[in-house]
C-alpha cells in the first residue's frame, strides 16, 4: 500500500518543496490506474498522453497543503510508486507538478509532447546528431517561443511575436558560431560565466556547443552550451514577452532544450510569423 498522509498533518511536518501527491479517490480507482498504465511503454509519447488523461479524470495532482476538504493523498515519493514517477519522468513534467494546481495535467503533457510552432510549421525540425550549418530559427521547447534580438538591445529574449533568422556555422573543431539581428552580431556570453548571466550580442565570435539533448526520446531537442561553461546550459526562465535568454542549470529542465527550425536555402528573407497575423503563412 502506498504510504498515506493525512491532509491535516501540519506543514512543519509534510515534506515541504519537491513532495509531490495525488489524491486517492479510492483504492479501486488507484488499482484501476495501476492496471490500465502496466501495459502501456513508458516511452511511447501517444501512450503518455493517454495514460495523463486518464489519470485527469481518476486522479487529480496537488502538492501537500492545498487541498481544504479532509482528503487522505498518497505520495508519490515512496518506492512503491515508482512506476507514477516513471511515467511523469519520461513525459518530461514531473519538475512542474506543483504548477498545475490550477491547470489541467493533461494539457500540460500535451503541451510539452506536441508543442509546436504552428507558423513554422511548414519548415524542417532539425533532428540531426550534429547539426549542419545553415539558417534557422530558434524556439524554446518548454515554452514555444522564438529567440529574438531586438532591435538596439543587446540581450537575446524570447518571443511569441516574432523571432530573429539565426545564421548557424560549425567550424571543423566542433564548435558553431550562432550570428542574428540586423548586424553582424554573434550569440557571446560575459567572461566568468554564472547561473543567471543573459545570453547578448557581441561582434565578437564565441564558439558554442549544439547537441542532441537525446538522440533516441528528444531526437528534435538541442542542448547549448559552452565546454568551459558546464554545467551551465542557454535557458528561457519563463515564457514572457522579452524574457532574456539566460544561462541556467539543468539538463533534463526543458526550459533548457532548444528546437532548431531549418531555413530553405534561398528563403533566408522569411521572417518568422507575427502572433497578430495569421500563423499558417509567413509575414
Given at each position: 500500500?502506498?504510504?498515506?498522509?493525512?491532509?491535516?498533518?501540519?506543514?512543519?511536518?509534510?515534506?515541504?518543496?519537491?513532495?509531490?501527491?495525488?489524491?486517492?479517490?479510492g483504492?479501486?480507482?488507484?488499482?484501476?490506474?495501476?492496471k490500465?498504465?502496466?501495459?502501456?511503454?513508458?516511452?511511447?509519447?501517444?501512450?503518455?498522453?493517454?495514460?495523463?488523461?486518464?489519470?485527469a479524470?481518476?486522479?487529480?495532482?496537488?502538492?501537500?497543503?492545498?487541498?481544504?476538504?479532509?482528503?487522505?493523498?498518497?505520495?508519490?515519493?515512496?518506492?512503491?510508486?515508482?512506476?507514477?514517477?516513471?511515467?511523469?519522468?519520461?513525459?518530461?513534467?514531473?519538475?512542474?507538478?506543483s504548477q498545475?494546481?490550477?491547470?489541467?495535467?493533461?494539457?500540460?503533457v500535451?503541451?510539452?509532447?506536441?508543442?509546436?510552432?504552428?507558423?513554422?510549421?511548414?519548415?524542417?525540425i532539425?533532428?540531426?546528431?550534429?547539426?549542419?550549418?545553415?539558417?534557422?530559427?530558434?524556439?524554446?521547447?518548454?515554452?514555444?517561443?522564438l529567440?529574438?534580438?531586438?532591435d538596439?538591445?543587446?540581450?537575446?529574449?524570447?518571443?511569441?511575436?516574432?523571432?530573429?533568422?539565426?545564421?548557424?556555422?560549425?567550424?571543423?573543431?566542433?564548435?558553431?558560431?550562432?550570428?542574428?539581428?540586423?548586424?553582424p552580431?554573434?550569440?557571446?556570453?560575459?567572461?566568468?560565466?554564472?547561473?543567471?548571466?543573459?545570453?547578448?550580442?557581441?561582434?565578437?565570435?564565441?564558439?558554442?556547443?549544439?547537441?542532441?539533448?537525446?538522440?533516441?526520446?528528444d531526437p528534435?531537442?538541442?542542448?547549448?552550451?559552452?565546454?568551459?561553461?558546464?554545467?551551465?546550459?542557454?535557458?528561457?526562465?519563463d515564457?514572457?514577452?522579452?524574457?532574456?535568454?539566460?544561462?541556467?542549470?539543468?539538463?533534463?529542465?526543458?526550459?533548457?532544450?532548444?528546437r532548431?527550425?531549418?531555413?530553405?536555402?534561398?528563403?533566408?528573407?522569411?521572417l518568422?510569423?507575427?502572433?497578430?497575423?495569421?500563423?499558417?503563412?509567413?509575414?
Amino acid at each position: 500500500m502506498p504510504h498515506i498522509h493525512d491532509q491535516n498533518t501540519s506543514q512543519a511536518d509534510a515534506p515541504v518543496a519537491q513532495n509531490l501527491a495525488i489524491k486517492d479517490d479510492g483504492d479501486e480507482n488507484l488499482n484501476a490506474a495501476t492496471k490500465s498504465t502496466t501495459s502501456v511503454h513508458v516511452r511511447e509519447v501517444n501512450g503518455l498522453a493517454r495514460v495523463a488523461r486518464r489519470w485527469a479524470r481518476k486522479l487529480r495532482v496537488m502538492s501537500f497543503g492545498e487541498s481544504k476538504t479532509k482528503k487522505k493523498i498518497v505520495d508519490i515519493t515512496g518506492p512503491t510508486n515508482a512506476w507514477i514517477r516513471s511515467i511523469l519522468r519520461e513525459s518530461s513534467v514531473i519538475a512542474e507538478i506543483s504548477q498545475l494546481r490550477k491547470r489541467p495535467y493533461a494539457s500540460h503533457v500535451q503541451k510539452h509532447t506536441y508543442a509546436t510552432w504552428v507558423g513554422l510549421g511548414h519548415l524542417q525540425i532539425e533532428q540531426s546528431p550534429f547539426l549542419p550549418s545553415g539558417t534557422y530559427f530558434i524556439t524554446n521547447f518548454r515554452h514555444d517561443v522564438l529567440v529574438s534580438l531586438p532591435d538596439r538591445q543587446e540581450e537575446l529574449c524570447g518571443s511569441a511575436n516574432s523571432g530573429s533568422k539565426w545564421r548557424i556555422t560549425n567550424d571543423s573543431d566542433k564548435r558553431w558560431y550562432i550570428q542574428g539581428g540586423s548586424g553582424p552580431w554573434f550569440a557571446y556570453r560575459w567572461p566568468s560565466p554564472r547561473a543567471g548571466n543573459t545570453i547578448i550580442a557581441s561582434q565578437e565570435k564565441f564558439g558554442w556547443v549544439i547537441g542532441q539533448r537525446n538522440a533516441i526520446r528528444d531526437p528534435d531537442c538541442y542542448l547549448i552550451y559552452a565546454t568551459s561553461d558546464l554545467p551551465l546550459l542557454w535557458g528561457l526562465p519563463d515564457g514572457d514577452e522579452q524574457t532574456p535568454v539566460a544561462l541556467c542549470r539543468g539538463e533534463t529542465d526543458s526550459k533548457n532544450w532548444w528546437r532548431f527550425h531549418r531555413i530553405p536555402d534561398g528563403n533566408e528573407d522569411q521572417l518568422a510569423p507575427s502572433a497578430n497575423a495569421d500563423r499558417s503563412r509567413y509575414v
